[in-house]
C-alpha cells in the first residue's frame, strides 16, 4: 500500500520523489493509512501537502508568444 501512495504522490507531482519530499509523501501515506486505505483520502492529503503546494513547472514564468 505505500507503494501505491509512491506512485500516487509521483503522478501528482510529475516527478519522483526527492529527499525533501520525505515529510509530505510519509504525512500523505499517513492520511492513506488512517482512512482505511481509502484513496480518495490519499489524493486530498498529497494536494495539501508541501511538495504539491510548492511544485515548480516547467516554463513557469516565462511568457507565452
Known amino acids: 500500500r ?4 509512491t506512485h500516487w504522490f509521483r503522478a501528482a507531482l510529475g516527478r519522483v520523489e526527492q529527499p525533501q519530499d520525505d515529510t ?3 504525512g ?3 492520511a492513506f493509512s488512517r482512512a482505511g486505505f481509502d484513496l480518495r ?3 486530498v492529503a498529497i494536494v495539501k ?3 504539491f503546494r510548492h ?4 516554463g513557469a514564468g516565462t511568457e507565452q508568444p
Request: proline share 0%; aromatic share 10%.
Open 41 to 43: 483520502e490519499l489524493i
Open 2 to 5: 505505500r507503494c501505491i501512495a
Open 24 to 26: 509530505s509523501l510519509a
Open 28 to 30: 500523505a501515506y499517513e
Open 49 to 51: 501537502s508541501d511538495a
Open 55 to 58: 511544485v515548480g513547472f516547467v
